[in-house]
């Protein structure tokens, strides 16, 4: 048991680390070595923008993955893959709000205003920021049971993403179309665990 965890905290933990970084990684080198095609800007900003989306949906799958493997250990890489995830997402963000928008305030909210893409961005930001603020031990040490509760909000922020990646493709949906089935899929996987969870034993 005691190798088990070793091997977890030495090697699984550590491996993750440098895996999650590998996406950035492959951006700042395409970037020097100019592979990231004719428009680089826009491959930057929707490549974060999509392994924000990938990882958080990965980070849900952990905890079902963690029971079909009978691995509970693998929880405890939510709370890294979280804000991995929110690291992606405000990159992402940073990028739009740059390269896009020369950081004018006034022209970002216009954007946010008419085009519901955007909209539903800034929604799904907003929403996992709370979450990347208390994702410390000792906020969920100080909050409790609402901490869970405020945790949930996590569904909301995927499907936000989700709606905004929809609201955004012009032609070819199947990518969007592969990430809705997963989310499905997940919160499907969720709402019967716990209504097994809360059966009262007979
Ligand atoms: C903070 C507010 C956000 C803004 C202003 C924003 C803006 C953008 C923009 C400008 C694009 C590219 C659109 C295009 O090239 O036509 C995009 C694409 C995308 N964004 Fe966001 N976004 C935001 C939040 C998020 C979040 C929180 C996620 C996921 C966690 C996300 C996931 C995506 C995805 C998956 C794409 C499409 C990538 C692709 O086409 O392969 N975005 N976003």
């Known amino acids: 048991m005691q190798i088990q ?17 590998f996406p950035l990684l492959f951006l700042i080198s395409g970037l020097f070595f100019d592979l990231l095609g004719a428009n680089p800007i826009e491959t930057i900003i929707r490549d974060l923008g999509e392994w924000a989306l990938r990882i958080l949906l990965l ?3 952990l905890s079902p993955l963690s029971r079909a493997l009978k691995w509970p250990q693998l929880i405890q890489l939510r709370r890294m893959m979280g804000l991995f ?36 961005g800034f929604a799904g930001f907003l929403t996992l920021l709370p979450l990347a603020i208390t994702s410390t031990r000792s906020k ?18 995927v499907i936000l993403c989700v709606v905004h990646f929809w609201w955004l493709v012009k032609a070819d949906a199947s990518t969007p179309m ?8 997940l919160l499907l996987e969720r709402v019967c665990w716990s209504k097994l969870k809360n059966k009262p034993k007979q």
């Open 5 to 21: 965890a070793k091997f977890f905290n030495n090697i699984v933990k550590p491996a993750s680390f440098v895996i999650l970084l």
């Open 59 to 61: 980070t849900l799958s």
């Open 85 to 120: 995830a929110f690291f992606y997402a405000s990159l992402h963000l940073f990028c739009y709000l740059g390269f896009e928008q020369s950081f004018d305030i006034r022209s970002v909210i216009e954007d946010i205003w008419e085009r519901p893409f955007i909209t539903a």
């Open 140 to 157: 969920m040490r100080q909050m409790g049971a609402s901490w869970k509760a405020l945790h949930r909000l996590v569904y909301l922020a």
């Open 178 to 185: 592969v990430y809705t089935a997963f989310t499905v899929i």
